[in-house]
Every structure is written in structure tokens, then in C-alpha cells.
């Protein structure tokens, strides 16, 4: 008995150690920290509102060419080829001259181009590019991509061309590569220098606008103008007159026929609202519906870059419209402003 009350005695001492050594012994270790993995850029299809701020042409129209820009702040710009979006990236215009896109590189999330074999999306950087062979793009001569080296190398192999990679693509090579569109297919970038340039002309107080009969000489900021093949040149006080012109519209919104052959066309221009820089209209960006308003009352605001617009529409309301977008009906629903008429719809005429 007395033994057993000993070994009980021992035994309360052993736990009784064990669990004050429990109570006052190291803490247990904490689990390191994880660090989330960044999300994945994803690609995001363009839609008919969206267009190419080198050519001013729709993407979503050329799914097979399409590429895109995805920044951090989640905003997307497409371009309808692989050549147009390098142009943003390299810093080029549709011309091949020099042109700040993006101020700061950094604030890029992810790049993609359409590889040529599945029409699907794929990383713009781990792509192989075949430049040189007999394929066109919507923008005439470009670079075809590839997410599979041989299927580049195959490609090369029965359409020419030498395969590249994304840090091979320069400035010169873009420059190279000739261009598709209107009468100016074919033509080489690299050889700009040496072409005879349409240029824009400053209107005199001799010049009247055929819409509305103001002096346009008197609104530098808002001037437009169509050049023609003989050298003739009409004068606008704003976009909205000269597209009217362009258009077939008189300043009521009523048809009429100001030029019988379009072809005799040689240049449109309008100033660019930020710049006040004459800029070829086919691929200038327009704001439709901002609140700022032009001599003609509501108009269509010009843009050479297309972030530019973008800024402008968050700060002024109105939604982005290329060249090719632009309609009667669109022209018509813009308000005037012209004496006692200012604030009259043109779309109730």
C-alpha cells in the first residue's frame, strides 16, 4: 500500500513536469508566409467599337491578325496585325516616323498576337515570327506568328521568309515592310523620305465653308480640309462641315451631292484637337457625343492618338469612332449652333 501510494506520487510529479514544460516551453513554430502568384494576364477580344490607333481600322473584323496590348490598369488597345502593334511598342506611326505611344514601358501587363496556325491568342514575347514571306495582313506585308518554332520553320519553308523573335524586331524591320491600303498599296515605309507628300494648306479670309458659308481662317483650332487631284482645296470651319461635304449632307442634313467622283479625292485632313496640327482624316480618332463644342455647335472631336482620346472621353464624356464609322445618321444627330438655330437636332429634319 505503502509502495503504490509512492508510485502514484512519482508519477503526478512526471505528468505534473510534463505539462508545466507544455505551458512555458517554446511557442509552436509559425508557417511561413505565401506570396500569392501574380494573376495571369488574360487576352480580351476586340469588339466593333474597338479600332487600331495605327490605322484606324477595326480589329474585330480580322480575328486571324489581330493583336493586342494589355496594360496594368486594365485597359486594353488592339490593332488589327502583328505589324501595327509592334509599331506602338517600337514607338512608330502608321507612316514609319517617330510617335510616343506608351510614356512609360512599365506600365505594360502582357502582350498578344494570333498564332497563325490555331487563330488562337498567345504571348507576343515567346512567339516566333516569320518576316519576309508571301503572306499578307490587313496591312499589307507583316509578321507572321507562331507559338511552335517548326511550325514557323515549315511555314518559311513554302512561303519564304526567315523566322525571327521578338527581341529581333526593330524599327528598321518595320519599316521594311510594305504597306496595303487604298492607292497606297505596296508602298514602303523605309522609303518615306523620298515619296511627294500631300500637305494641308492654311485658309485665307478669301475662304468660305460650303456647308455654312463661316470663314474658316477665323477657327484655326476646329479647320478641315479636302485636297484635291487637280490641287484644288475646299476649306471647313469644323470635322462635322467637312465630313458633311465628304458625306453627300447640306448644313440642314439634307442630301447633296457636293462631289460627283470621289476619286478625284486626294487627302482629308483636320486639326488635331491636342496638337492643332493638321492630321490625315481616314486615321484620325473621333469623340462623338463630349461636351465640347466646336464653331458648328456639337461635333466630332480629332484625335492623331488614340490614348489621347481616350483621356479626353474620361474627362469629357463621348464615345471613340474611326473614319469608317462615321455615317449620316451619326452627322445628323449632331446639335448646331448657328444664331437662333443653336441647339436645333439636324436628325428631325
Known sequence: MRATLIFLLIVGGILAGCAGAKETG?????????????????????????????????????????????????????FDSPKDMFKYLKGLDNMGMDKVWIKDPAAIAGAFVTDYSS???????????????????????????????????????????????????TKDV??????????????????????????????????TCPICGMMPAKYPDWNAQIVFTDGSVVHFDSPKDMLKYYHGLDNMGMDKTWVEDPGTIKALYVKDHDSKEYIDAKTAHYVNGSDVQSPMGEDLVPFADHMAAMDFTKEHGGNIIGFDDITKDILKGLKMKMGGMEGMNMSGM
Open 174 to 207: 518595320l519599316k521594311g515592310l510594305k504597306m496595303k491600303m487604298g492607292g497606297m498599296e505596296g508602298m514602303d515605309m523605309g522609303g518615306m523620305g523620298e515619296m511627294k507628300m500631300v500637305m494641308a494648306t492654311e485658309p485665307t479670309m478669301n475662304d
Open 26 to 78: 517554446h511557442p509552436a513554430a509559425t508557417p511561413a508566409p505565401t506570396t500569392a502568384a501574380p494573376a495571369a494576364v488574360e487576352p480580351v477580344e476586340p469588339t466593333m467599337q474597338d479600332e487600331c490607333p495605327i490605322c484606324g481600322m477595326m480589329p474585330a473584323k480580322y480575328s486571324d491578325w489581330k493583336a493586342e496590348i494589355v496594360f496594368k490598369d486594365g485597359t486594353v488597345v488592339h
Open 119 to 169: 487563330k488562337k491568342y498567345i504571348e507576343a514575347k515567346t512567339a516566333y515570327y516569320v518576316k519576309g514571306s508571301d503572306a499578307q495582313g490587313p496591312m499589307g506585308a507583316d509578321l507572321v506568328p507562331f507559338a511552335d518554332h517548326m511550325d514557323a520553320m515549315n511555314f518559311a519553308k513554302e512561303h519564304g521568309g526567315e523566322v525571327m523573335e521578338y527581341k529581333h524586331i
